[in-house]
């Protein structure tokens, strides 16, 4: 039994889309340049993972420490993905070099995940459709309840993690790294 007929029938041609997106990648990579396909099918696996995580949380009524949700949320926001994905997608420019600084979750890639899941959060914090269905806690309801403050100190605090990530980018720009300027624009 493959894996596409235990979906069920909403989920099958989705997840069939995806397999056939990696097929394709497959096909297309050279022996060299594999490395690219399997980073991309790890960062596929661990986003798919995340969104497990969150649906754990969901049914189980379980509500995180802001840390816990932000480390799945950093990667349930799907910027580690999407930025290896446009990477592959720049062909030839993207080396071995660009791929490996990729692995290592540089803090460029964790402070833009951190800058859209926090905006994010804050601009559906009020009257969101996702807490409304019984979405799992949004960052500002995690902080809240941890740290026992109130939603404007929440936004304040937020805004400030904003403002430290645009720095954190700020500063990779400035600093040498093993890939191309090209790359972090």
């Not at 989705?14 to 790890?42: F, G, H, I, P, W």
Request: net charge negative; proline share 4%; charged share 30%.
């Amino acid at each position: 039994m493959d894996s596409v007929s235990r979906l069920p029938g909403y989920m099958k041609p989705c997840y069939q889309a995806v397999l056939d997106l990696y097929k394709e990648m497959e096909e297309m990579e050279n022996t060299e340049r594999s490395y690219r396909v399997q980073l991309a099918k790890e960062a596929m696996k661990k986003y798919v993972q995340m969104y497990m995580v969150e649906v754990k949380w969901l049914h189980g009524k379980y509500k995180p420490k802001i840390e816990e949700y932000m480390d799945v949320a950093r990667v349930s926001i799907g910027v580690p993905m999407f930025t290896i994905f446009s990477f592959m997608a720049m062909g030839e420019m993207a080396n071995k070099e660009v791929f490996d600084w990729l692995r290592q979750d540089p803090k460029i890639v964790r402070a833009s995940s951190n800058i859209i899941r926090l905006m994010d959060d804050l601009a559906f914090a009020q009257g969101c459709f996702e807490q409304e269905r019984g979405h799992i806690s949004l960052s500002v309801e995690c902080y809240m309840k941890q740290h026992g403050v109130l939603e404007q100190q929440t936004y304040d605090e937020f805004h400030q993690q904003i403002e430290k990530a645009w720095k954190d980018i700020s500063e990779e720009f400035l600093r040498p790294t093993a890939v191309p300027m090209l790359f972090l624009n």
